[in-house]
């Protein structure tokens, strides 16, 4: 079965590192040339613990890949860049192709909605990861791979998570893909805003008491949104608890700030402000950290 | 009389422009000799609304100016910049001299008690004024100039002040110096950094529902330290009128974060901050503004 993977930033060659392992034939495709023949020549590099992995891996630019051979694309790339790509992907898919899509926030659901494609999965991955150079991953936390069908026939993605499960990469499936999106929504909601204006990292959030009243002001504004209202206080402990998982972390919208890039700001906090604008419910500290976050990227031009 | 105006910014061109039509022997000090120099050679422009007025002004660099003639020195440096000029000014002064402060904050209040210096005032001001180049200064909005007594005779420095109050330039005495500097204090905490973080003019805080919330629960926060809380309904009218009158303007925070220079969040919610720590009351939405404006403030060095 060929599979393959779309986006070469962390996740894309995180996946990639750990698929190349499984029966698949995997393509990485990744947006710039450079990066293309950079992981052809050298292969990819997985920095485990104290190991590191040389993989030989096949690799070519999204715009040159055969993605119409492909059986299963897994897309890593933002949300953000999902428009761009699937304005030059979308014409040359066939219906009997199966995308897992692993985006943050929401934004995507429309896009998964509208295309003509038969089989579609929603992921989401705790696991931390960050990219080195444009070939190299460091995998900086053990974490999990949780997905749920999003439409079309489950066996066919049955049969590809069962083959990509294995000890140290576990896969879960979940049965309602929207309680599964929120469940990693509402960790960033929370999350991420709050250490990237204050630049802190992620365990600081628990250690300093300020911070954690503003982190259940926000919890509990989102949680006005959130599908299941009843379970607040396990999911409160769920934030908690990755806080302290990723203690030692920088949230990804605090590295895209430090690193002027755009953020996900749109997917998550924007999702979520135009969802409270729909349902007619005030979120105060959301909206603030949203201006705030838009204020922060639009700051980037004049640098 | 000869009087030294200190700080060539907006709020010292704009004294210098409004004290020039006094009987005092006025002379302007700034830090480069560039602004002296053009000073002296094209004079001190005020621009107020529709008119604008070319005046002959003295201007000296801070330095090379003889501050020993001075009967009053008024100070209008940002407090941040006050220990580099004291650590040059003070050796100069004398017992007999009169020092009029101007700064936002509290953290000149230090300064204040131990210079070798008689008479003492304190100042705010409430008029809008910006520096549009080195010589020329404008009036953006009529306010107030208010002063108290910080420490020494009242007779000289209320003789001076009645001398500048004039129609268009009221001048104000309050008892209390401490509650004066609060109600600036005050207004700078709940509007600067909102303002600075998202980047709205100050009129907006009135027309988002979310942001109001947000400026109610730092003023919230900031009354708890107030030193007259049981008057708290009639400081938030304020706070709402300031914003009001000034809702075409951006804050100085906001102005000083879009040009990546130092703000004056030391003075303001740093000052705050230390004395909710001294008095163990934790305010958590100020704390963060805190950190994410001194955030900000550090990510200017990666520009």
């Known amino acids: 079965m060929k599979m393959m993977i779309i986006g070469g930033g962390a996740m894309g060659?995180?996946?990639?590192?750990?698929?190349?392992?499984?029966?698949?034939?995997?393509?990485?495709?990744?947006?710039?040339k450079e990066q293309a023949l950079a992981l052809s020549r050298e292969g990819l590099t997985l920095k485990d613990g104290s190991s590191s992995y040389q993989l030989p891996v096949k690799a070519k630019m999204t715009q040159e890949a055969p993605i119409e051979?492909?059986?299963?694309?897994?897309?890593?790339?933002?949300?953000?860049?999902?428009?761009?790509?699937?304005?030059?992907?979308?014409?040359?898919?066939?219906?009997?192709?199966?995308i897992l899509f692993m985006q943050n926030g929401m934004s995507h659901i429309e896009l998964a909605e509208n295309l003509a494609v038969e089989t579609i999965g929603l992921g989401?991955?705790?696991?931390?990861?960050?990219?080195?150079?444009?070939?190299?991953?460091?995998?900086?936390?053990?974490?999990?791979?949780?997905?749920?069908?999003?439409?079309?026939?489950p066996d066919i993605?049955?049969?590809?998570?069962?083959?990509?499960?294995r000890p140290g990469f576990e896969v879960y499936k979940e049965d309602d893909w929207y309680i599964l999106l929120w469940s990693k929504l509402l960790a960033n909601v929370c999350?991420?805003?709050?250490?990237?204006?204050?630049?802190?990292?992620?365990?600081?959030?628990?250690?300093?008491?300020?911070?954690?009243?503003?982190?259940r002001e926000v919890f509990e504004e989102a949680m006005k949104l959130?599908?299941?209202?009843?379970?607040?206080?396990?999911?409160?402990?769920?934030?908690?608890?990755?806080c302290e998982q990723t203690k030692n972390n920088q949230s990804s919208m605090l590295v895209d700030i430090r690193h002027h890039r755009q953020t996900e700001i749109e997917s998550?906090?924007?999702?979520?402000?135009n969802m409270a604008k729909a349902k007619h419910i005030t979120l105060p500290m959301i909206t603030f950290l949203y201006k705030a976050i838009t204020e922060r990227e639009q700051s980037f031009r004049s640098c």
Request: glycine fraction near 6%.
């Open 157 to 165: 993605l049955d049969e590809v998570m069962n083959k990509i499960d």
């Open 69 to 98: 051979e492909a059986d299963i694309i897994i897309v890593t790339v933002k949300s953000y860049s999902l428009t761009t790509l699937f304005a030059h992907l979308e014409p040359r898919l066939t219906k009997h192709q199966t």
């Open 226 to 242: 959130h599908p299941l209202p009843d379970h607040k206080e396990e999911y409160w402990k769920q934030v908690l608890q990755i």
């Open 124 to 153: 989401i991955m705790s696991h931390g990861a960050m990219r080195e150079s444009e070939t190299m991953v460091h995998h900086t936390g053990t974490g999990t791979f949780r997905w749920a069908q999003f439409k079309g026939a």
């Open 191 to 215: 999350i991420n805003p709050i250490t990237a204006l204050t630049g802190v990292r992620n365990g600081e959030l628990l250690n300093s008491e300020e911070l954690l009243h503003i982190l």
């Open 13 to 32: 060659l995180f996946l990639a590192a750990k698929l190349s392992q499984s029966d698949f034939d995997v393509t990485l495709c990744v947006r710039t």
């Open 268 to 273: 998550i906090l924007g999702y979520v402000c």
